[in-house]
């Protein structure tokens, strides 16, 4: 991934980005952090409420969904941000011990006429899990540079 | 916040969230998990990259949004989860030593049909930095008990 710019992404393509294991530290100490809510951060309140069991906080998915993200669809080389994203759901609860794999379409690539070096991905990034249920879905803007561009 | 429910979220009010600083050590930290793209991690490469200097990365304006949303909005005694975000944008970037403040406005607070003890809340957070400057935006979607629910 190292070497990829706006002409390789090509619309309409789908590419596997891999998988990664959520364990219930992780979920725990990204929750107490950022979301506790109940049934992120205590496992009893969590067996009680209304997931009947600990659950991921959704933003922990979201940053999982990142990390394969950033290890096998952007490259250092040519991203350069993104200005967000056009909608984001979360399907089915993530839970201790799951395994995601995410897959990634291209929607759209449009050069962008104001920055003549680079160009909009948009990008639906779908993550499902161990039983092949989609648990989050997302539509990503990203700005990545063009090959040209990089000799400047 | 401990007792607040469906019932006390009123369509067009606006509520301030309080605020949070964001750290060196914390971005990188962030982002060395879960983002780890050069303007992200490594100060010398974002220094001389398109930012002009290292950003948090944008999971990470997320979370810090939803820290504040679940201090001063949510309440353990209701919030029932989400099923997602309509629109989340990144508009600026956010740097070491940034202090973020968070706002929120309900837009839309629906009974739900299929499931009467609760409704869903549509509510636009905002985050500006210390110079007033919005950084993020988000229409996030919230299920809420109803108070009656709660005997149950």
Redesign the interface.
Known sequence: MSDRYFEDYVEGSTEELGSIKVSEDEILE?AT???????HVDPPAAAAG??GGL?A???HT???M??LV?RNY?S?AS?????????????KPVRPGDELRARVQVLEARPSKSKPDRGLLRSLVELRNQDDETVFTAVALNFVLRRWATAT
Chains 1, 2 share one sequence.
Request: aromatic fraction near 18%; charged fraction near 15%; glycine fraction near 8%.
């Open positions: 990204f952090k950022y979301d506790p809510q109940p049934f209304p997931y659950i906080s959704g933003w979201a940053s999982l990142m990390k950033v952007l250092a991203s350069l941000g993104s200005p967000g994203i056009d909608e984001l759901r979360w399907l």
